[in-house]
């Protein structure tokens, strides 16, 4: 199954909505089910495994009714309000589970397929789960967690969420594509363990358990593998240890809307967003090109002398995008003649000097600094960085001596020399990330400051001073970065 079938996008054609007009014309008495197998005939919706995509299909039909496009014939029986499978009776807690996974035993997961099966399920989640059984959509796996010592708890699986800006941006997608391939992501929708039960690394095992059985079972029932699984973390409830033990990739977060929020009332909690492929090259599987999204690269990637400014700088937000096509038509300038300026770079082109003298007097509140100018770079330095077991992240400071330039306003004191005068300047505080054998990844961070002197009416004494005003606070923060980059 190369590219997901467009039912609704098909049948949304004028073409489409003028047959299916002419079908219900035809025959007063036709049922909605009959239409959709006709259409799914017609049109060739199936699934890899030869069936008619039949709720696909009545999906559609229903949302285009919806829309006012076709008028669908009434069903003579009410739909009732669907409700979970329960058991008749409470289900019994596990009893005497040990405290260490290595002495857990009898532990599996078992595929539900069977009513009794899907009573338990359901039973586990409306007691335990914070969304209860629910309404999954799309295709679904569920499991159920059984050991000797009786239920521990259960997984599902259904369809990937539709819209996450942070994981497009992290696969590197646009929307034909995620249209083209979104049935390639399962989204692992419940996972319980019930709340009696406290072992150790118990989450984690059966994180790895269910990554090596779902896609067989996924496999046998749906005709094809998927190649991507995303989960959600309620972080005002739980860490999301679990998922990084079991080498799940922490990728973003949600904006806090659910499926259906077509309003954008945004009434959900904002969750993390864990990724795991299922396959190393699930990219180029679905026919994307070599080092997109936001995953591991290798070090040599960006080795290019054609297109690495493009690659490193290219799309920074400078607030128009004819700026950032001129910051890398800069940087691939500079590097050839990296000890020439820029006017002998361009051979003398009055045009490009002018403009590129333009770019760096931009004002200090435009979008022309250097966090926005790294940013590109930034993300290819991590992306770098992904792709190594360890990377060493140095930070330090530099001073930028330009006592030389006595008409530069904005300027701080960096130091005096001997006879007391004072150099003007700026301070740099830099990390750089950099392999254990001295290969350098990448710039992680910059940032220019202007030296304060203490002002003579401050009589507090250097503890009674805020970190956050001290000229050593850039350290701290360089050191919070790397632990959010860690994650």
């Known amino acids: 199954m190369e590219t997901q079938n467009q039912i609704k996008r098909k049948l949304s054609q004028p073409e489409a909505i003028a047959h299916i007009c002419k079908l ?42 919806q829309a006012g496009s076709i008028t669908l014939p009434q069903s003579p029986r009410k739909m009732k309000k669907r409700s979970p499978r ?25 595929l539900v397929e069977t009513e009794a099966q899907m009573r338990i399920w359901n039973e586990m989640m409306i007691n335990d789960h914070p969304r209860g059984a629910g309404l999954l959509v799309g295709r679904q796996i569920r499991y159920l967690v059984q050991s000797k010592y009786g239920w521990l708890g259960g997984f599902a699986f259904s369809a990937a969420a539709l819209h996450l800006h942070d994981r497009d941006e992290w696969i590197g997608w646009d929307l034909e594509s995620r249209r ?51 989960s959600f973390v309620d972080i005002n409830n739980f860490t999301g240890t679990c998922y990084r033990a079991a080498n799940w990739l922490w990728i973003g977060k949600t904006k806090g809307r659910g499926r259906q929020d077509r309003l954008k009332e945004k009434a959900e909690t904002i969750k993390d967003i864990y990724v795991y492929p299922l396959v190393k090259d699930f990219r180029q599987r679905i026919g994307l090109a070599d080092g997109s999204g936001l995953g591991a690269i290798d070090i040599t990637s960006c080795v290019d002398g054609q297109n690495w400014a493009e690659k490193e700088f290219g799309g920074a937000p400078l607030g128009d995008s004819r700026l950032s096509r001129r910051l890398v038509e800069i940087g691939t300038g500079k590097a050839e003649k990296p000890s020439f300026s820029y006017a002998s770079v361009v051979g003398g082109d009055r045009a490009k000097t002018k403009a590129y003298y333009r770019l760096i007097e931009a004002p200090d509140d435009s979008a022309i600094n250097i966090t926005n100018i790294l940013l590109p770079h930034r993300e290819q330095t991590i992306r770098r960085m992904k792709g190594q077991s360890v990377v060493l992240c140095i930070q330090d400071g530099s001073d930028l001596n330009f006592n030389n330039l ?10 005096n020399n001997q006879t007391g005068a004072k150099s003007r300047g700026l301070h740099l505080h830099s990390m750089i990330a950099i392999t254990p054998d001295g290969l350098p990844l990448g ?39 790397c632990m959010q980059l860690k994650a």
């Open 180 to 230: 083209a391939n979104l049935h390639q992501v399962v989204n692992m929708s419940r996972f319980l363990i019930r709340s009696s039960v406290s072992c150790q690394n118990l989450a984690s095992r059966l994180l790895g358990m269910a990554i090596r059985k779902l896609p067989q079972d996924f496999e046998a029932r749906y005709g094809y593998r998927p190649l991507l699984l995303e």
């Open 24 to 65: 219900l014309d035809a025959s007063d008495s036709m049922k909605i089910t009959k239409l959709a197998d006709e259409l799914c005939e017609q049109f060739g919706f199936y699934n890899p495994l030869g069936d008619k995509q039949r709720a696909g299909c009545l999906k559609a039909l229903r949302e285009l009714e």
């Open 406 to 415: 006595s008409q530069c306003e904005g300027l701080g004191v960096i130091g």
């Open 443 to 481: 710039v992680v961070k910059a940032e220019c400051s202007v030296p304060k002197e203490k002002d003579k009416n401050d009589k507090r004494r250097t503890r009674e001073i805020p970190i956050e005003e001290k000229k050593t606070f850039c350290w701290i923060e360089g050191i919070r970065d």
């Open 86 to 110: 329960r058991l008749a009776e409470p289900l019994p807690e596990p009893q005497a589970v040990p405290r260490e996974i290595g002495e857990l035993r009898g532990l599996e997961l078992l």
